[in-house]
């Protein structure tokens, strides 16, 4: 953000953002995506709607309960009621963020706001770290989840650098 003494008021640069670093941010937790285009208070209620139902639905134990092979256990413990929210609020964190980011693109180029090279940096890097990391500890292939994530999430994201680096040729 940046202060403007004329209008006494702050405000933030117009810049183009990536509509699919919006949605593999959406992708990773909802609302992050509504973060990373600047629509900081439907991001805000996008985490904090994603964490309720999240702990309303025991959701979380139901994903661990069939991680662990413990099906019978998974299925009695989820709330439907409230785990019927999830699916609908998680299509529509990816759709909105990827949609919002479009928009803003579109305006800006209307504004005669010149388009930078590349609009997201590192994001292979970064997406195959998080996707790694997850699976990793999930998986726990090696001496322990701990290792097994950390290994896991750097061998993906030199996979997804190297992946970002022969797409942006």
């Avoid at 403007?4 to 941010?25: D, I, M, R």
């Avoid at 959406?26 to 600047?38: D, E, K, N, W």
């Avoid at 726990?140 to 022969?166: D, M, Q, R, T, Y």
Wanted: with cysteine; net charge positive.
């Amino acid at each position: 953000m940046f202060y403007n003494n004329h209008q006494q008021k702050f405000y933030q640069e117009p810049v183009y953002k990536s509509p699919y670093a919006a949605a593999l941010w959406s992708l990773c937790l909802p609302g992050f995506g509504q973060l990373y285009v600047r629509e900081y208070f439907i991001g805000i209620i996008l985490l904090a709607s994603e964490i309720a139902f999240n702990i309303l639905s025991k959701l979380n134990w139901s994903i661990y309960y069939s991680f662990t092979g413990k099906l019978q256990e998974s299925s009695e413990i989820v709330n439907m009621g409230w785990g019927l929210f999830y699916p609908s609020v998680y299509a529509f964190n990816i759709w909105h963020a990827y949609n919002t980011a479009k928009f803003m693109n579109a305006k800006l180029k209307a504004e005669g706001v010149p388009r930078p090279d590349k609009l997201a940096h590192n994001m292979g890097f970064f997406t195959g770290l998080v996707f790694g990391m997850f699976f990793g500890l999930h998986w726990a292939f090696l001496i322990s989840p701990v290792f097994s994530g950390i290994v896991l999430g750097i061998s993906l994201a030199i996979i997804g650098h190297l992946i970002e680096k022969c797409v942006d040729r």
